[in-house]
């Protein structure tokens, strides 16, 4: 594999191909979307291809409670930037899970969130925040895809590549998405702190913050070792 490829940029089976154009106004349709949402759509979406479907029929791998599918979307983009939400209205219409690859101007980006069923009501699924790799050259050699004994082992191992903090060991795919986005909302508690501390003249309020601070980025590293 060269240097520049990315583990998540994955070589699917030619059995998996479905290939088929995704319209819009069914995505619409099946979430809801607002005017805004539609414009978003309009404005940085080409196109929309259903491009690989990972199922028992296809890959033959055992569906799992949460995983009985696992969608391939490939989306042409008008601009170099996508709105999260546009992504979000997607998943919120396909009841599957879904890895995303976005096309801009000869570039690919591969973009998930761990999406579950949702364990008071099995109808509805939870998002996790959206995961993604770097813009890589689209003819960039893939890697080949995981071994698994089922999709759910798949769908995991996926993600797994996408997410920037390693497991720990015996972490759970669970546990790890929620370590991942408190590191998040920790990181935006240290730059406010840090931002409160460059604008304070007073010296013993500086102490005050700078204890603050210090504390937070030692909770910070326990989250990320």
Known sequence: MNQSTHPAFISYPKQATFGRNLPKNKIYEHSGANTRLKDLFVEQVERIVWQYKLAPETINLPAKPGVPEVQVF????????????????????????????????????????????????????VLSDYFATAWLPSNTERAPMPIALDLS???????????PLPARQKECLDDLVTR??????????????????????????????????????????????
């Not at 082992?153 to 997410?163: A, E, K, N, P």
């Open 180 to 225: 991942v986005e408190q590191v998040a909302s920790k990181q935006r508690e240290v730059e406010k702190m840090a931002g409160k501390l460059a604008k304070e003249k007073q010296f013993n309020r500086k102490v005050e913050i700078n204890a603050h601070l210090r504390q937070l980025k030692t909770e910070l590293e326990q989250l990320t070792r």
């Open 74 to 125: 490939a989306i042409q983009l008008k601009t170099p930037e996508l709105d999260l939400d546009v992504l979000r209205c997607i998943d919120g219409a396909v009841q599957f899970p879904i890895l995303f690859e976005l096309s801009f101007d000869g570039q690919t980006q591969v973009v998930a969130a761990y999406k579950r069923p949702n364990e008071a009501d099995t109808s509805r699924w």
């Open 153 to 163: 082992s798949l769908y995991q191992q996926v993600l797994q590549r996408l997410i």
